[in-house]
């Protein structure tokens, strides 16, 4: 019923014309009740809007207060892509846990016909509470409290916040339950200001419990990829000096044979298989490595691509990248599946690469065209990493401090990624 912000005017006009009309209809429906009671009251319509009209106020605002908690929260979950799903399944499971809990309260006033105070008191305030909690745990201690430089403004919105959502749930109860207009006010302010008391502690006490088990989980996971990786990494090995020894002799044949380009092309494969031995096994090593790492990939493919007029390749990399650490092997794989699906030797080509680094954040992108392979190609089979693993690596490794985009179309495909260094 309560439009979203990102409706058009027309569906605003829609929407608030739906509104007045249930207004109308609610007021209507209380006149007629009231008529049913009393039919022979003089000047009886007159009376009947009277006496029904704040209460047909109140029971509307309760429900545009609801409509307007729903449309919050689905708001809220759709703009949360990293964590929408989890965030999702909690705030369903607690908000049935908490209507069964609620209906069964409800049920047992009215078999045990309790004070009609106490029924409100469930029926309004309960709720209330209810709401407030989920607002408070799912959205203003992540986006106000745990971002430290807006915490003068958590306090500020809690209040405003929890103070509409008591308006018109709270503000019925205090409305029923008393009498005078003084003590409305003050019933009201009780409540509410106890709700803040009770229900802020313990929705921060939930919250940072959750994250901390949050914080554990992602340490066994980070660990568990880590000692599969370590595990392939250590079958995939064979015997690394004999390697070492065998690409000296190559290299010093070369240089005897002055075949200077070849010797440049094993010095650099020998360069990247102890990179691959040593620094691959670290959690994090100098961005400069994996940099020179990067490098000396590119330049062992363009020896390979050199000869070709019909391929482009550039290849951007900072001059200055001294102080910041990475994941070790994080970027090559984007490099790797240009190289795979965006060269052809009979076709026209094109590579671009492009790394920054400014005020602590990494900015890479890598675009290439696509060409097909054929079947009988090597290079078909291939797939690195895999750019799904370092999707998942991302996820483990630098949880809400990158950003991945990825897109393909035709012939041309495209990844961008923003990484935070700090």
């Given at each position: 019923?309560?439009?979203?912000?990102y409706?058009?005017k027309q569906?605003?006009?829609?929407?608030?014309l739906?509104?007045?009309?249930?207004?109308v209809?609610a007021?209507?429906l209380?006149?007629?009740?009231y008529?049913?009671?009393?039919?022979?009251h003089?000047d009886?319509l007159y009376r009947a809007?009277?006496?029904?009209?704040p209460?047909a106020t109140?029971w509307f605002?309760?429900l545009?207060?609801?409509?307007?908690?729903?449309?919050l929260?689905n708001?809220?979950?759709?703009?949360?892509?990293?964590?929408?799903?989890?965030?999702r399944?909690?705030?369903?499971?607690e908000?049935?846990?908490f209507?069964?809990l609620?209906?069964?309260?409800?049920?047992g006033c009215?078999?045990?016909?309790s004070h009609v105070?106490?029924?409100?008191?469930i029926?309004l305030v309960?709720?209330c509470a209810?709401?407030?909690?989920i607002v408070i745990m799912?959205?203003?201690?992540p986006?106000?409290?745990?971002?430290?430089a807006e915490?003068m403004?958590?306090?500020f919105?809690?209040?405003?916040v929890?103070?509409?959502?008591n308006l018109?749930?709270t503000?019925?109860?205090?409305y029923?339950a008393?009498y005078?207009?003084?003590t409305r006010?003050?019933?009201f302010l009780?409540?509410?200001l106890?709700q803040l008391?009770l229900?802020?502690?313990?929705s921060f006490?939930?919250?940072?419990?959750?994250?901390?088990?949050?914080?554990?989980?992602?340490?066994l996971?980070t660990d568990?990829?880590?000692?599969?990786?370590?595990?392939?990494f250590?079958?995939s090995q064979?015997?690394?000096h004999?390697?070492f020894?065998?690409l000296?002799?190559?290299?010093?044949?070369a240089?005897?044979?002055k075949?200077?380009?070849t010797?440049?092309?094993i010095?650099k494969l020998?360069d990247m298989m102890r990179?691959?031995?040593h620094?691959?096994?670290?959690e994090?090593i100098a961005?400069?490595q994996e940099?020179?790492?990067?490098?000396?990939?590119i330049?062992?493919?363009?020896?390979?691509t050199?000869s070709s007029p019909l391929?482009?390749?550039t290849?951007?990399?900072?001059?200055?990248?001294e102080g910041y650490?990475?994941a070790?092997?994080l970027?090559i794989p984007?490099v790797?599946?240009?190289y795979k699906?965006?060269?052809?030797?009979n076709?026209?080509?094109?590579?671009?690469?492009?790394?920054q680094?400014?005020?602590?954040?990494?900015?890479f992108?890598?675009?290439?065209?696509?060409h097909?392979?054929a079947?009988?190609?090597?290079?078909?089979?291939?797939?690195?990493?895999?750019?799904?693993?370092?999707?998942?690596?991302?996820?483990?490794l630098?949880?809400?401090?990158?950003e991945?985009?990825i897109?393909?179309?035709?012939?041309e495909?495209?990844i961008?990624?923003?990484?935070?260094?700090?």
């Amino acid at each position: 019923m309560l439009p979203n912000y990102y409706l058009s005017k027309q569906k605003w006009g829609k929407a608030i014309l739906t509104i007045a009309i249930a207004f109308v209809a609610a007021m209507a429906l209380f006149c007629v009740n009231y008529v049913l009671r009393f039919p022979y009251h003089n000047d009886l319509l007159y009376r009947a809007i009277v006496k029904k009209l704040p209460q047909a106020t109140i029971w509307f605002e309760a429900l545009l207060a609801y409509q307007a908690a729903k449309q919050l929260i689905n708001w809220l979950l759709a703009h949360k892509q990293h964590t929408y799903s989890v965030t999702r399944m909690r705030i369903s499971r607690e908000t049935a846990y908490f209507l069964m809990l609620w209906a069964t309260l409800l049920v047992g006033c009215f078999i045990l016909k309790s004070h009609v105070s106490v029924t409100f008191f469930i029926g309004l305030v309960v709720p209330c509470a209810f709401i407030c909690h989920i607002v408070i745990m799912y959205w203003l201690i992540p986006q106000y409290w745990d971002k430290r430089a807006e915490r003068m403004g958590f306090w500020f919105i809690l209040l405003l916040v929890t103070l509409g959502i008591n308006l018109p749930l709270t503000g019925a109860f205090a409305y029923k339950a008393t009498y005078s207009g003084v003590t409305r006010i003050i019933s009201f302010l009780v409540f509410w200001l106890g709700q803040l008391l009770l229900i802020t502690p313990l929705s921060f006490y939930i919250y940072q419990y959750r994250k901390s088990l949050q914080a554990e989980l992602s340490g066994l996971r980070t660990d568990l990829g880590a000692s599969t990786a370590n595990l392939q990494f250590l079958r995939s090995q064979i015997n690394p000096h004999f390697l070492f020894n065998a690409l000296n002799t190559l290299y010093g044949l070369a240089l005897t044979e002055k075949a200077e380009k070849t010797g440049e092309g094993i010095q650099k494969l020998g360069d990247m298989m102890r990179f691959m031995l040593h620094e691959n096994t670290l959690e994090r090593i100098a961005l400069t490595q994996e940099i020179d790492y990067l490098q000396n990939y590119i330049d062992l493919q363009n020896m390979r691509t050199a000869s070709s007029p019909l391929i482009n390749i550039t290849a951007n990399m900072p001059a200055e990248a001294e102080g910041y650490f990475i994941a070790p092997m994080l970027l090559i794989p984007f490099v790797e599946n240009a190289y795979k699906h965006g060269i052809s030797l009979n076709e026209e080509s094109w590579i671009n690469i492009n790394l920054q680094i400014t005020d602590g954040t990494l900015q890479f992108d890598v675009q290439n065209s696509i060409h097909q392979r054929a079947t009988n190609d090597p290079e078909s089979t291939r797939s690195g990493i895999g750019l799904e693993n370092v999707r998942q690596r991302l996820q483990l490794l630098y949880p809400q401090k990158h950003e991945l985009v990825i897109r393909q179309k035709p012939n041309e495909f495209f990844i961008y990624l923003t990484l935070n260094l700090k």
